[in-house]
């Protein structure tokens, strides 16, 4: 008379924590893509901001109205007429093994060159 009652179990022990890992770096996967595009977006805002003629101080303000962690933003004009807008914010890695992979927090990055006058 065989006794397979807990093989299931078993299974289920050793699979649960592989399926948890791969469920929370998918999960911080898509928080980073989804700040990156967030960024992105925040780019052009800035860019027409800086086209009104705001000042640094103000389109960071601007920037970071409503925005829970910080968005830093650097600016650089070029002598070739154009303007480097790099846009960076930190994300909170939960991955246990990501987390010392990438590093925690996380730096997500975006830079956009535009010609720029001036």
Do not use: C, H, W
Request: net charge negative.
């Amino acid at each position: 008379m065989k006794r397979n009652k807990g093989q299931a179990l078993v299974e289920f022990v050793l699979i649960l924590p592989v399926f948890l890992l791969l469920l929370l770096a998918i999960i911080d996967f898509a928080k980073i893509i989804s700040i990156k595009n967030s960024l992105e977006n925040k780019s052009n805002d800035a860019l027409t901001y800086l086209k009104e003629d705001k000042s640094y101080e103000e389109v960071k303000e601007l920037l970071n109205r409503n925005n829970a962690n910080e968005i830093d933003i650097s600016l650089n004009y070029g002598n070739d007429n154009y303007l480097t807008i790099e846009l960076s914010q930190k994300v909170e890695i939960f991955t246990p093994g990501l987390s010392s992979i990438l590093g925690t927090p996380y730096q997500v990055k975006v830079e956009r060159i535009t010609p720029y006058e001036k």
